[in-house]
């Protein structure tokens, strides 16, 4: 943990010129019902999540480096960027994106293991 702390915090992460914070409204409901409470959060996050990759892609087509921050549920990180945000204890972060230029030419990295090692069809 301590070395992903000091990636993300000293090693340049978080000195992108922006940020932007993904929340959800956990009061916002299509299906009535206390039962469907958890289906739609989780709706709610498969959303975001497609969003925050289709924002990622456009951010790297235009020459911008990003990166998707999951890890902002660690205690105190959520509730820092929600107060800074003006939000309430309903909005649940779903992560943050820092964007800017990368400092260096970023290059493809070569794939671990073929497809067809991590993949079976059914």
């Given at each position: 943990?301590?070395?992903?702390?000091?990636?993300?915090?000293?090693?340049?992460?978080?000195?992108?010129?922006?940020?932007?914070?993904?929340?959800?409204?956990?009061?916002?409901?299509?299906?009535?019902?206390?039962?469907?409470?958890?289906?739609?959060f989780?709706?709610?996050?498969?959303?975001?999540a497609?969003?925050?990759?289709?924002?990622?892609?456009?951010?790297?087509?235009?020459g911008?480096?990003?990166?998707?921050?999951?890890?902002?549920?660690?205690?105190?990180?959520?509730?820092?960027?929600?107060?800074?945000?003006?939000?309430?204890?309903?909005?649940?972060?779903?992560?943050?994106?820092p964007?800017?230029?990368?400092?260096?030419?970023?290059?493809?990295?070569?794939?671990?293991?073929?497809?067809?090692?991590?993949?079976?069809?059914?």
């Open positions: 943990m301590k070395k992903l702390q000091e990636s993300m915090y000293k090693e340049g992460m978080y000195k992108a010129p922006v940020y932007i914070a993904i929340f959800i409204d956990k009061r916002v409901c299509f299906l009535e019902g206390s039962e469907f409470d958890y289906l739609e989780i709706w709610s996050v498969d959303s975001v497609m969003a925050i990759q289709n924002l990622m892609l456009k951010a790297v087509e235009l911008l480096g990003t990166v998707y921050i999951g890890v902002t549920n660690f205690r105190g990180i959520a509730e820092e960027v929600r107060k800074l945000a003006g939000l309430y204890e309903n909005y649940y972060l779903v992560g943050v994106i964007i800017g230029y990368p400092r260096r030419e970023q290059k493809p990295r070569g794939r671990r293991r073929m497809l067809g090692e991590i993949t079976r069809f059914i």
